[in-house]
């Protein structure tokens, strides 16, 4: 069962509620929903949201979500909860500019790490962070974006890790024109897994990626579209992540020896 109601209860003031409820065991295997869960599967929760916009040039967003899982999850041994609230500052001074801050505080429980017991049990694990993300639009074809994230991870437990990631873009998109394309330079430093970092990448087209980033490294893209036609076109993306001290990345059949990872994409598309 899941529920949504949306309120505008001013001009400038906007309210959402959603309630679901869907058991252990339910399962779809190509099923989407608003779930704290991969999959809509083995959870109950309330999130209540509003949004402020006080004057043309400032918006106020936050949201309160409450959620638990009746069932034991990957890591999580036992029936659990969590809670997660934000809040985000948007501020537009004109069409060419937005800047906006936020600051995020999840709480879940999970598995107590060192525990040598014969049987596991469940701690409190907070995780904040807090992102501002500058974008200036140079003209009609260039775009400049550029952001900085900080997370703390169990900042007062003995497991606590911190990560920090900043990145610069550039989006080229002219109206009109057969070439398109976005370059991406970016820096991560993480405490570890725990403190990973995540941010969106431009891709092909029907295609979307949210990569991870934990250790320390730099990381760069290129993605580019041409248009040889009304029908047809193409893409092509490059990436690669150039870690700082690493001898082997990843592990098993996906380990690479060296500290450098490398990726190529191409797409080829004929509209008949």
Same mark, same amino acid.
């Given at each position: 069962?899941?529920?949504?109601?949306?309120?505008?209860?001013?001009?400038?003031?906007?309210?959402?509620?959603?309630?679901?409820?869907?058991?252990?065991?339910?399962?779809?295997?190509?099923?989407?929903?608003?779930?704290?869960?991969?999959?809509?599967?083995?959870?109950?929760?309330?999130?209540?949201?509003?949004?402020?916009? !006080?004057?043309?040039?400032?918006?106020?967003?936050? #949201?309160?979500?409450?959620?638990?899982?009746?069932?034991?999850?990957?890591?999580?041994?036992?029936?659990?909860?969590?809670?997660?609230?934000?809040?985000?500052?948007?501020?537009?001074?004109?069409?060419?500019?937005?800047?906006?801050?936020?600051?995020?505080?999840?709480?879940?429980?999970?598995?107590?790490?060192?525990?040598?017991?014969?049987?596991? #049990?469940?701690?409190?694990? !907070?995780?904040?962070?807090?992102?501002?993300?500058?974008?200036?639009?140079?003209?009609?074809?260039?775009?400049?974006?550029?952001?900085?994230?900080?997370?703390?991870?169990?900042?007062?437990?003995?497991?606590?890790?911190?990560?920090?990631?900043?990145?610069?873009?550039?989006? #080229?998109? !002219?109206?009109?024109?057969?070439?398109?394309?976005?370059?991406?330079?970016?820096?991560?430093?993480?405490?570890?897994?725990?403190?990973?970092?995540?941010?969106?990448?431009?891709?092909?087209?029907?295609?979307?990626?949210? !990569?991870?980033?934990?250790?320390?490294?730099?990381?760069?893209?290129?993605?580019?579209?041409?248009?040889?036609?009304?029908?047809?076109?193409?893409?092509?993306?490059?990436?690669?992540?150039?870690?700082?001290?690493?001898?082997?990345?990843?592990?098993?059949?996906?380990?690479?020896?060296?500290?450098?990872?490398?990726?190529?994409?191409?797409?080829?598309?004929?509209?008949?």
């Amino acid at each position: 069962f899941v529920n949504g109601l949306l309120i505008s209860v001013d001009q400038r003031v906007d309210l959402s509620l959603l309630y679901r409820s869907i058991n252990k065991e339910y399962q779809a295997v190509n099923g989407n929903a608003f779930t704290e869960n991969t999959f809509p599967s083995n959870e109950s929760g309330i999130y209540a949201g509003i949004c402020i916009r !006080p004057t043309a040039l400032l918006q106020l967003n936050a #949201y309160a979500d409450i959620y638990s899982f009746p069932w034991l999850k990957y890591l999580v041994d036992a029936p659990s909860s969590g809670r997660d609230f934000l809040i985000q500052l948007m501020y537009t001074p004109d069409k060419k500019t937005e800047l906006y801050s936020r600051y995020r505080n999840e709480t879940k429980q999970g598995n107590t790490s060192g525990n040598n017991g014969v049987t596991n #049990y469940l701690s409190l694990i !907070p995780r904040q962070s807090w992102r501002t993300q500058l974008s200036y639009m140079i003209n009609k074809a260039v775009t400049l974006r550029t952001r900085f994230e900080l997370l703390w991870y169990d900042k007062k437990g003995d497991d606590k890790e911190n990560g920090f990631l900043t990145f610069l873009d550039c989006i #080229y998109k !002219p109206l009109l024109s057969r070439i398109a394309g976005s370059v991406r330079v970016q820096y991560f430093e993480t405490g570890g897994y725990n403190s990973r970092l995540y941010a969106y990448e431009n891709d092909l087209l029907y295609n979307y990626s949210i !990569p991870q980033f934990f250790d320390k490294g730099f990381r760069y893209y290129l993605n580019v579209k041409y248009d040889f036609s009304n029908r047809v076109s193409c893409w092509l993306k490059w990436s690669q992540t150039l870690y700082n001290g690493k001898l082997l990345i990843g592990s098993g059949l996906d380990e690479i020896e060296g500290k450098h990872k490398s990726e190529a994409k191409f797409q080829f598309v004929i509209n008949l």
